[in-house]
């Protein structure tokens, strides 16, 4: 069962075993449309108020020949009342190298953590967690290349290492900022229950030199105040170590019809910046639960819970939330979902912290790949 959800291995080797299939001038075209309405506004959340245009994808992808394939996925969104265009990624990779080797440059979507790697609207809730949307803006993603290899063992292990320009996180002087290490191994316990566990670091060499002003600020600001959005950290690290969980079951494999998903990750930054302690950290974590009891109905909660140090020239304030979502999902096909979400927030150090009902729904056109595991 496992081995259905191992894209990084098996996709670039069918690709080569079939071929370059595709035409250049023919490509694989896909838009995800992402519309919600939001009743209040919450902290660390990277959607408006009211109506509004989510994570929405325009996506192109294609074999070049036998031995690469390429993707360009420009992002529109809303944000602050502002209508964006994002270039999320736009890179090459290789397709069948031997020991399943695998390299991409470009931008592209960073693989530490276990949501990091994939697209927004494969999400089970509105959100990411509360941990993701303050420590890796929601979703890093960033400029650089990747080496990945397929270990040879009786199990699914992964071995991956990334370096990015980092600017996407921190800007600074550093031509290569951000460096990532990753790992993924994971199973099946048999026909119906399969695993996985993640350990990533990520060093971010910018970090050091985040911190405003030399001591002395303005004590008249909001707070709690938000930072960045989907495309920003608000409070980034020198180091930021991840450890990801995840169990899947469901009837002898049979998951169109019944599965249960648990997954969980704890994340932690330190050396925040050039006045941080050896106490000043950002803590995260979450825990997920999502049930899909029918073929076209899913239901699900998660908490999480953040402890963060706002940066505030040569010291820091303390920040914490806690956050509990709800949602029932129903999907028309695997091309549709409509999603109800019922989020609560208990926060201490941030003015926006609310209740709020969300609706959602997410549509995508054309081809749409298989998601991850």
Do not use: C
Not at 61 to 86: C, K, M, N, Q, Y
Not at 114 to 124: P, V
Not at 315 to 337: A, I, K, P, Y
Request: glycine share 10%; aromatic share 12%.
């Amino acid at each position: 069962m496992f081995k259905r959800f191992a894209p990084f291995a098996i996709l670039p080797l069918a690709m080569a075993a079939g071929g370059a299939t595709a035409n250049e001038l023919n490509p694989d075209v896909s838009v995800t449309l992402d519309g919600y309405y939001k009743q209040n506004e919450t902290a660390l959340s990277h959607r408006d108020q009211g109506f509004g245009l989510g994570h929405t994808e325009l996506s192109l992808s294609s074999p070049i020949d036998d031995l690469f394939s390429g993707r360009l996925t420009a992002v529109f969104e809303e944000h602050d009342g502002e209508s964006e265009v994002l270039i999320e990624e736009a890179y090459l990779q290789t397709n069948g190298l031997p020991y399943a080797l695998n390299v991409r440059a470009g931008r592209f979507l960073s693989q530490v953590g276990y949501l990091n790697g994939r697209h927004m609207h494969e999400d089970d809730f509105v959100e990411r967690p509360a941990a993701y949307r303050a420590m890796l803006g929601s979703h890093y993603y960033d400029t650089g290349a990747r080496l990945n290899v397929l270990l040879p063992a009786p199990f699914f292990w992964q071995v991956g290492a990334e370096a990015f320009a980092g600017d996407q996180l921190t800007e600074g002087e550093e031509d290569i900022g951000v460096y990532t290490v990753n790992t993924r191994l994971g199973g099946d316990i048999s026909l119906s229950q399969s695993w996985q566990l993640g350990l990533s670091w990520l060093r971010n060499r910018h970090a050091k030199s985040t911190a405003t002003g030399d001591g002395g600020h303005d004590h008249d600001h909001e707070e709690g105040h938000d930072h960045g959005h989907s495309h920003g950290s608000g409070y980034t690290s020198e180091n930021l170590y991840i450890a990801d969980l995840v169990w899947k079951w469901s009837p002898n494999g049979n998951t169109r019809e019944q599965q249960l998903t648990l997954s969980g990750e704890y994340l932690y930054g330190d050396e925040l910046n050039q006045f941080a302690e050896s106490d000043d950290t950002n803590e995260g974590w979450y825990v997920s639960g999502v049930y899909q009891f029918a073929p076209q109905w899913s239901a699900g909660v998660r908490y999480g819970e953040v402890d963060l140090q706002e940066a505030h020239g040569d010291h820091f304030h303390s920040q914490t939330l806690e956050e509990t979502d709800v949602m029932l999902s129903w999907f028309r096909s695997h091309f549709s979902t409509v999603r109800l979400q019922y989020t609560h927030q208990e926060a201490t150090g941030f003015s926006n912290a609310d209740n709020t009902v969300m609706l959602q729904y997410v549509m995508s056109l054309g081809a749409h790949g298989a998601h991850g595991f």
